[in-house]
């Protein structure tokens, strides 16, 4: 199994999920949840997933969409008046979910990440980058507050607070955006790569942009402040089952388990590629459609330290990976590893 391969070399711990239909094939966990190799990791310790949070935040809004009650192609203004600031007034809600608003980077206080009438405050008086639609630049952390609040002001709930009622809730999942206290017992914390400390620094591998974006550090994503806020960009807390069962939905037409969360249609417009192109934060092509990032026929995306969700809607298969232990973006193949162990273990599903 890749998980035991992984863990064999080196990595502290991790659990990997691969469903179809919406029923697990796959559930497997193991190694450790602290750096001195003593507490083992259980079938319920959960991990911050930093970005693939993002999917979560994502599937949230296609709800809203699908209802009716938000239109993508809507200014985000309509929603959030004070938001048209600054130029900002031809920003669609789309741009929002496809990293093209121009609005990148966070450039305020840690601490104000965790303060959300003063990061989306911040965030609707700022200027864009450039003229929104017209490129795409990764909004690591931008991108949950700016989703976030227009959600907020439809709903009049908190990100977290939408998707544990309408998502997590009814399908049973282990997955939280704003981590209770009473759940800080089943936390891995993250480690930091080989050779480094929690003074690791978030950050693309290689760009040829300027950034001076507030540095988010590995001790930030570690602390208590963090686990309560609501960055819906970058604060989740699940393991590789919670994952692969949300985003379920999404490899099956918009149901599981016989929760019918989208309709087929609002399941098909997440696809839609949004914009193609140099990413000008990541320095690396991409594709987006609506929050999903597009890979050819599977979409998804990873987080900071490895983890990760892949959907195959072909396949009706979602494959996650979740992990406490970081390596060097550019040494980390991990995922894929995984990716392509699931598709081996599909062929040996067909021809049993």
């Given at each position: 199994m890749a998980l035991a391969a992984l863990l064999d070399g080196g990595d502290a711990g991790g659990s990997v999920a691969v469903f179809v239909d919406g029923e697990p094939v796959v559930d497997v966990w193991g190694g450790f949840v602290d750096a001195a190799r003593t507490v083992p990791w259980q079938r319920d310790t959960i991990v911050n997933v930093y970005s693939v949070t993002k999917t979560m935040t994502a599937l949230c809004a296609?709800?809203?969409?699908?209802?009716?009650?938000?239109?993508?192609?809507?200014?985000?203004?309509?929603?959030w008046p004070e938001f048209a600031a600054a130029g900002k007034d031809s920003v669609l809600v789309r741009h929002l979910l496809a990293h093209t608003a121009g609005l990148p980077d966070w450039h305020g206080p840690v601490a104000e990440l965790y303060d959300w009438p003063a990061a989306t405050a911040r965030l609707a008086a700022q200027a864009p980058q450039?003229?929104?639609?017209?490129?795409?630049?990764?909004?690591?952390?931008?991108?949950?507050?700016?989703?976030?609040?227009?959600?907020?002001?439809?709903?009049?709930?908190?990100?977290?607070?939408?998707?544990?009622?309408?998502?997590?809730?009814?399908?049973?999942?282990?997955?939280?955006?704003?981590?209770?206290?009473?759940?800080?017992?089943?936390?891995?914390?993250?480690?930091?790569?080989?050779?480094?400390?929690?003074?690791?620094?978030?950050?693309?591998?290689?760009t040829s942009v300027p950034n001076t974006a507030t540095a988010?550090?590995?001790?930030?994503?570690?602390?208590?402040?963090?686990?309560?806020?609501?960055?819906?960009?970058?604060?989740?807390?699940?393991?590789?089952?919670?994952?692969?069962?949300?985003?379920?939905?999404?490899?099956?037409?918009?149901?599981?388990?016989?929760?019918?969360?989208?309709?087929?249609?609002?399941?098909?417009?997440?696809?839609?590629?949004?914009?193609?192109?140099?990413?000008?934060?990541?320095?690396?092509?991409v594709s987006w459609g609506l929050g999903y990032g597009r890979f050819?026929?599977?979409?998804?995306w990873g987080g900071w330290g490895g983890s990760l969700v892949m959907i195959d809607p072909e396949a009706r298969m979602t494959v996650a990976y979740v992990t406490n232990q970081m390596r060097e973006p550019a040494d980390d193949t991990?995922?894929?590893?995984?990716?392509?162990?699931?598709?081996?273990?599909?062929?040996?599903?067909?021809?049993?």
């Open positions: 296609l709800v809203l969409a699908d209802r009716g009650e938000l239109d993508v192609d809507a200014p985000v203004a309509r929603y450039w003229e929104p639609g017209t490129a795409v630049g990764y909004h690591s952390l931008t991108q949950g507050f700016l989703v976030g609040e227009v959600l907020r002001r439809i709903t009049g709930q908190t990100p977290g607070e939408f998707f544990a009622a309408e998502i997590a809730g009814p399908l049973g999942a282990d997955f939280r955006m704003g981590l209770p206290a009473e759940h800080d017992h089943r936390v891995a914390r993250t480690l930091p790569p080989p050779s480094q400390d929690e003074d690791y620094i978030a950050g693309a591998a290689d988010i550090r590995l001790r930030d994503g570690n602390s208590v402040a963090w686990r309560r806020a609501q960055i819906p960009a970058a604060s989740g807390f699940g393991n590789a089952r919670s994952v692969a069962l949300v985003q379920s939905v999404m490899a099956c037409g918009g149901a599981v388990r016989g929760v019918r969360l989208l309709s087929r249609a609002g399941r098909d417009r997440a696809w839609e590629e949004q914009f193609s192109g140099e990413d000008r934060v990541l320095g690396m092509p050819g026929t599977t979409y998804g991990r995922g894929v590893e995984i990716v392509m162990s699931a598709y081996d273990g599909l062929k040996g599903l067909a021809g049993a």
